[in-house]
């Protein structure tokens, strides 16, 4: 097996698979003395930039369905794109894995051993992808009984969306692995190529398929499907060229034992994935159930697009947590608990930060997504209690990304099963108090609050108290 040195300022490890230069400039990224902000800030902003695409290119989505003046078009659209989000949620088990898996192989210079690690998972990501196009695609009618009565006059806009909008799981699953495997090599830049240019071919593919071609809802899906195999053929590409993947590893199936410590850690965040979605196919169907006009779920479409903005700074904190503490580990566990406690300082800043950008940004945003006076109305009331729960949002994600940097991967699954127990006997409770259709909405949003709370609270109680967790600070946990 080819051993490349342990990380360093002379370490040919980030030449050896060609990382950019604005990358290599950081090659000691474990934290050490004062430099610890300056260090979380190098990997945060491209990952904030990374991950703030996407939600930017589903409002835009959203932007010219609305565009189209009709509430059960926007409904349906939202409804589809939830489900399909939530099967990539469930799939983002394998990349969640691999991150830290590939984080500790290049910390150690071991430049074979992070290349199986991204080989396994993209075999085990694409089955799962193959799963789920089948299900999607052959039975979208059914599919959309997740998230949608039966009787729902959106359904007929959701299952033209979703149709061919599942065309491109497999691809969103493999990119969701390269991406995993160059945020473990601590590449946040080369991923940001990717996705803006990716992201470019959906941005101005949408309104030509939308009105030009008069395809409406399904030309969303088609723009979609187009960027999203641009961006696995590219990443594909990349991963070859920086010796990530070889054609070797991905024509054989990988051995049970190569991918053992892939399942054993995945199997548990599988688990929490599951109990994850299903908490927002609850939020989801419960807002869209609300009224058959397709106003209140037109407004929670525009909520969550909103909401999903914010999420992407809480979600680049939760990256930080699950590269640096897995790196930092490598050093000692003093220095990753050291780590994790700047991390969680900047989740609860950067959740402040979120709330009040969001309420700040409502009065701007809602009248871009839709000119019906109806839905807009329908919208402010859901969207504060929503900029609100990123509150409890940033203690939630800093605490899960240093769970998953710790490999407290049966933690996140009990914590997630807790909130999700929480958040089933608040929607419970709201709907049995007989509120009027804004009100419900909002209380939807609250329970989603409350929720993330929760996981945040046992997440800090496990990463700090646990004898099991390496970052406990009780008596011989170093």
């Not at 930080?320 to 991390?343: I, K, P, Q, Y």
Request: positive net charge; aromatic residues 8%; glycine residues 8%.
């Amino acid at each position: 097996m080819k051993q490349l040195p342990p990380l360093g300022i002379e370490s040919p490890a980030i030449e050896a698979i060609g990382l950019d230069s604005e990358v290599a400039r950081h090659r000691d990224w474990l934290p050490r003395g004062d430099v610890l902000d300056g260090r979380i800030a190098a990997l945060f902003f491209p990952s904030l930039a990374n991950l703030m695409v996407v939600p930017l290119t589903g409002a835009v989505d959203t932007f010219w369905v609305g565009r189209m003046g009709d509430a059960l078009a926007l409904a349906g659209q939202g409804a589809a794109n939830q489900l399909v989000q939530a099967f990539t949620f469930v799939a983002s088990f394998v990349p969640t894995v691999t991150v830290p898996m590939v984080a500790k192989a290049f910390a150690r210079g071991d430049l074979d051993e992070a290349r199986d690690r991204a080989c396994d998972s993209l075999w085990i990501a694409c089955l799962f992808g193959l799963f789920a196009t089948a299900i999607l695609v052959g039975l979208p009618h059914f599919a959309i009984l997740l998230v949608l009565p039966g009787d729902a006059l959106s359904a007929p806009f959701a299952a033209s969306y979703l149709r061919l909008r599942s065309l491109s799981m497999i691809p969103v699953v493999a990119s969701g692995v390269a991406f995993a495997a160059f945020r473990g090599c601590l590449d946040v830049v080369t991923p940001l190529k990717v996705a803006l240019t990716s992201n470019l071919v959906n941005l101005l593919l949408d309104p030509i398929l939308i009105f030009s071609c008069g395809m409406g809802v399904a030309g969303a899906a088609v723009a979609t499907v187009v960027s999203e195999v641009f961006a696995a053929g590219v990443y594909l590409a990349l991963l070859l060229r920086r010796r990530l993947a070889s054609w070797a590893r991905l024509v054989r199936a990988p051995d049970v034992s190569s991918i053992m410590p892939l399942l054993r850690g995945s199997s548990a965040v599988l688990v929490r994935n599951v109990a994850w979605n299903a908490i927002m196919l609850l939020r989801a169907r419960s807002a869209c159930s609300m009224d058959p006009t397709g106003v209140t779920a037109a407004a929670y479409t525009i909520c969550l697009q909103i909401y999903m903005i914010g999420m992407a700074l809480l979600y680049a904190i939760q990256t930080c947590g699950s590269v640096l503490v897995a790196s930092a580990l490598a050093s000692s566990r003093a220095e990753a608990r050291r780590v994790a406690d700047r991390v969680m300082a900047w989740g609860v800043a950067l959740g402040m930060v979120v709330c009040a950008m969001q309420l700040a940004a409502l009065p701007v945003l809602v009248p871009l997504f839709t000119p019906l006076d109806s839905v807009r109305q329908a919208v402010y009331g859901p969207a504060t209690v929503a900029a609100l729960v990123q509150l409890a949002n940033g203690l939630s994600y800093a605490s899960e990304g240093v769970a998953m940097g710790a490999g407290q991967w049966s933690a996140l699954t009990r914590t997630t099963l807790m909130g999700l127990v929480i958040f089933a006997i608040g929607l419970q409770v709201s709907t049995n108090l007989g509120l009027g259709l804004i009100a419900a909405h909002m209380s939807v949003w609250a329970a989603l609050g409350l929720n993330n709370a929760v996981i945040a609270f046992g997440l800090i109680t496990h990463n700090y108290r646990s004898a099991t967790s390496p970052l406990a600070r009780v008596k011989g946990a170093g």
